[in-house]
């Protein structure tokens, strides 16, 4: 057994990637909020993530790991245990024809950017999702009536007792903004999209409109973590916050946006508890008033201090 100091070095010494102790996630989430990782993580590639894992599994500690930190709310006592980040060195890029294989740490803007102007069509949707392909999988982010689950061929998971496994689009269980990784865990490394050639001006032009639509439509110019609702469909929770006169609502640091309802931003210095006691206060508000449940789409996860 590995003590968190003593997998640390090991981690270091095999050069496996980027070690640190005690790193505040909030240098890691897209709303800058977080304490600090006991041990972070960050693999230089699939074969480097592996050894690590094995190595994580002699500690009897907890493993995380997270990507971009898009739709994530890190609590003010931080994450016990290991954080392994998706980031740089599981960027890679394979095309091959209609087929593109891509690493779970690739961001999802500049992959929908990249492959619009390469007359690729099936990810226009993703032209303002700021997370990671990774993320995106396991949350099966999507927007203007499309989602990961119409362009994932299989995924190359790990598991968190360190088998390596390509799962079928059919295994991930795709719905609503889940897959099958939220109850059975495990990280997601690569992942096969199946894309169409079609007309770049046509394709180009609908990334435009849905980049112009998030950047006219939600305060990206704050901090933030995204949709903090699921849609309590066929109502929209943003509208049901808006309609509510919830908008600009403030607790300590963290807004209800006035540019969004479904978006709290950071206003500069927000806790984790400033933004969870907002999440309640919505979700107490909403149900009495409309009597629905709002579920939250971000995921929140750490010890309270």
Request: glycine share 10%; proline share 4%; net charge neutral.
């Amino acid at each position: 057994m590995f003590t968190l100091n003593q997998l640390a070095e090991k981690l270091k010494n095999e050069d496996l990637g980027t070690v640190m102790l005690n790193e505040p996630l909030k240098n890691h989430t897209t709303l800058k909020i977080g304490g600090p990782a006991d041990l972070y993580y960050e693999p230089k590639n699939i074969e480097s993530l592996k050894t690590a894992v094995s190595y994580m599994k002699k500690t009897n500690v907890p493993i995380r790991a997270i990507g971009r930190g898009s739709n994530l709310l890190v609590a003010d006592g931080g994450i016990e245990g290991v954080v392994i980040k998706v980031g740089e060195g599981l960027n890679h890029l394979i095309r091959n024809d209609d087929k593109i294989t891509v690493g779970g740490g690739y961001s999802l803007i500049p992959l929908a950017t990249l492959m619009s102007r390469e007359a690729y069509t099936g990810l226009e949707f993703a032209a303002g999702i700021p997370g990671s392909v990774g993320g995106a999988v396991f949350m099966n982010a999507g927007a203007h009536g499309s989602d990961m689950s119409q362009i994932v061929e299989k995924a190359l998971i790990l598991f968190p007792d360190g088998e390596l496994k390509w799962l079928s689009n059919k295994e991930l269980e795709f719905s609503y903004r889940t897959s099958v990784l939220q109850e059975k865990g495990g990280i997601c490394v690569e992942v096969v999209l199946v894309l169409e050639k079609g007309d770049k001006e046509t394709i180009m032009a609908e990334l435009k409109k849905n980049k112009d639509y998030r950047r006219n439509t939600q305060p990206w110019n704050f901090p933030c973590c995204g949709s903090v609702f699921r849609n309590p469909l066929p109502n929209y929770a943003g509208h049901l916050i808006e309609s509510s006169g919830l908008k600009g609502t403030q607790i300590g640091g963290a807004q209800i946006s006035e540019m969004h309802a479904n978006f709290i931003v950071n206003t500069g210095e927000a806790r984790a508890k400033d933004v969870l006691d907002l999440i309640q206060f919505i979700q107490k508000t909403i149900k009495e008033k409309h009597g629905v449940d709002l579920h939250t789409e971000v995921e929140i996860i750490g010890r309270n201090e």
